[in-house]
């Protein structure tokens, strides 16, 4: 009898583990609260109308269809129960385990303002992107049609909280697609008077990366067009625009990037957690007292040399890989090893030609690190037809400037 | 000073007419309630995973870029007032014209039982494609889960009531989708046993075609595996199934073709309007009494040689360019002419190398339906970016059987 592995989770530290189990002697079952996975380094261009949601989704049971030890459900797991190896879903449905793999990953947070969460989304998933899509060109058309300049002026201002990687991509990407890709397409309006703030409570934009590399960036910022704010708190948000420790800011979209916690679900693995909710692991990536079972990807509060393991796709790639040869070194009676995070860089893209990237020691800076990005980001897709479109979308992005996914759906306001 | 010309609606009609005033010394301004064009004969594809929502949609502003004397507008109209030459937008604002094109279409009726809309969906937007292709893929996902057989055969049992173009083209869609696309990716069920029954209350399918080519399409349909049942009438529907004139039918996913009204809009136009709610304009498609305001496309009852002109696309094209010339005309102090349709033909398309088309006189079915099927919708879609990849998608699936565009977005249930 084949023992039976439960995969919480297809972001990239769930599925690479189940990838990795391919060829075990296990039965794998991958559950998902969605059926696509996404490859999120690349949702805000789809927030920004660059590429489509369905350029950087893939369904999972599709990339798993020649796995043939893999079942995978769509359902939204609510409870796990660690010593009875039974995992809860929503649907009334329990899956018993002999293995376990937890890879919910974290969200957006407001940090207890959840009443900001209407009125400046977070970037998590295709449908937050798709929401962020809306707001901003919605913005655009209600600027338009508005006779009023200072309402003109309302909607043509856009707010981004917090600079890490999401918040200068999203405002870099906003400031290209004001500037370029809009210009020509209306009458009474200039896209190119939108107003872009970055803000950011920190000292810095990017502050996981070198100082230095941190100044390019807010400089390449700047030269886009978006004003960067930094050491200022924000301490409101409503319908009209943001307060902060600088004063009043009125704007019709206000975009969340400022903060993140891990999934409520690690909660429920009887485990102690960090601050931020995610789970303190063994170093082998073992729940304490549970040999069985892992907890991989953002979930995780993981350390590496006394280091806490960044909470970036690769790393989820690398613990999800680690925790499947735990589970294959259990059923060959093997110890588990320790985990080990190789730290292969990082890299940010805040516009044409623009980015900083940071790899073992080398910085770069503009269009070098810009190549790599896209490089990089090509290679790592998965599927053939999500790289072959995106290629084709960013090829015809930088001959015309313009941006292909402008369509607003679900635009539910009656005006 | 230049006339205001106001086009209300920017589909096949309102766009087309948009595009015959590029050169006219007008301004124009076209309102839609949203900001894309859609090429509504590509739609079902939208709803069966075929095709992307980008691939079919194209923002009307960017499509009207280069016409300077276009302004568009996001708007929803609540009220025409024909006297005093005023549009009226629920946002407040107010446009005024020297003429007017009203080309607001049509949407799905359920005839008086809007309780049905809720568990039939119709197909009528983009978003509508979309949530059918969710509810589509979900009952896929929950046969999957089910360990219940009985609950099986209810998921992968799909009705579609009413046997024209789009119920046609929907239950041959699904019956590939079930047959060819899904079949490798699930391990519990297999997609093969999906159950597709199109009900249709009149004696045959695709009943506007001469009827040696609804035999065909019938039996093309049946070797697709889609069960055709005619002459049967739907009484009832909820969320468990419908009620027919020949009994009970449980199915998860029942989708509604059946019935089509038009624009409300066209009421407020204070002309008589057909049982349909149609607009009956004069030989000319001008409004009684209303020499400076054309009605164009589905909201339309037109006639041609005492025959109705039907509503497809082709004739909306002429009508919306036909009410340009009329403008056009007056401006130059010439009288309207009559409107004149021209029959270019029609065809329907039921899976692959499988469609019927009627072109003149000439009865195609089978291969050469199809082939001339794919040609006709590849030169009318509009963009360089949706030819090229609604062609790339195509050729794909042609060679492997699958279908890209399988993301289940804004899955709302908590099960």
Same mark, same amino acid.
């Given at each position: ?82 010593? *009875? ?203 304490? *007292? ?126």
């Amino acid at each position: 009898m084949r023992s039976q592995v439960v995969i919480v989770g297809g972001g990239f530290g769930g599925l690479y583990a189940a990838k990795a189990l391919r060829k075990a002697p296990v039965r794998v079952t991958i559950v998902d609260r969605t059926n696509h996975h996404v490859f999120q380094p690349l949702l805000y261009q789809v927030a920004t109308a660059g590429l489509s949601a369905i350029d950087i989704g893939e369904p999972i049971r599709r990339i798993l269809r020649r796995q043939s030890n893999a079942t995978v459900l769509l359902g939204n797991v609510t409870r796990i129960d660690t010593d *009875g190896r039974l995992v809860h879903l929503a649907s009334g449905d329990i899956l018993d385990y002999d293995y376990l793999i937890v890879a919910t990953g974290a969200a957006h947070s407001y940090f207890g303002h959840d009443d900001w969460a209407e009125y400046a989304p977070g970037l998590n998933t295709i449908e937050d992107a798709l929401e962020i899509r809306r707001r901003i060109l919605v913005a655009f058309e209600r600027a338009e049609l508005a006779d009023d300049p200072t309402e003109r002026v309302h909607f043509l201002t856009f707010v981004v909280l917090g600079a890490g990687p999401t918040g200068a991509e999203l405002a870099g990407a906003i400031a290209e697609l004001a500037r370029h890709a809009l210009v020509a397409d209306f009458r009474r309006i200039s896209p190119r008077d939108a107003h872009i703030v970055l803000i950011e409570a920190g000292d810095r934009v990017l502050s996981t990366y070198p100082e230095s590399l941190s100044t390019k960036a807010q400089r390449q910022l700047e030269r886009l067009g978006v004003e960067v704010r930094t050491g200022e708190i924000v301490t409101g948000i409503d319908g009209r625009g943001v307060d902060t420790s600088a004063g009043r800011l009125e704007a019709a979209t206000v975009l969340w990037a400022a903060g993140v916690a891990a999934s409520p679900l690690g909660a429920s693995l009887g485990a102690p957690l960090d601050s931020a909710g995610r789970v303190l692991v063994e170093p082998d990536l073992t729940l304490p *007292g549970h040999p069985e079972a892992s907890v991989v990807g953002d979930l995780a509060a993981a350390t590496h040399h006394g280091a806490p393991v960044p909470g970036v796709a690769p790393a989820a790639m690398q613990m999800g890989r680690h925790a499947s040869r735990t589970i294959e070194r259990a059923i060959s009676g093997q110890p588990p090893e320790p985990f080990h995070y190789i730290d292969k860089g990082s890299m940010a893209t805040l516009g044409r030609s623009s980015a900083i990237a940071s790899i073992k020691g080398l910085r770069l800076s503009g269009f070098p690190a810009w190549a790599a990005w896209l490089l990089v980001h090509i290679v790592f897709l998965i599927g053939f037809r999500n790289r072959f479109v995106v290629l084709f979308e960013w090829t015809k992005a930088y001959l015309t400037y313009g941006r292909s996914a402008r369509l607003i759906l679900f635009q539910e306001s009656e005006e």
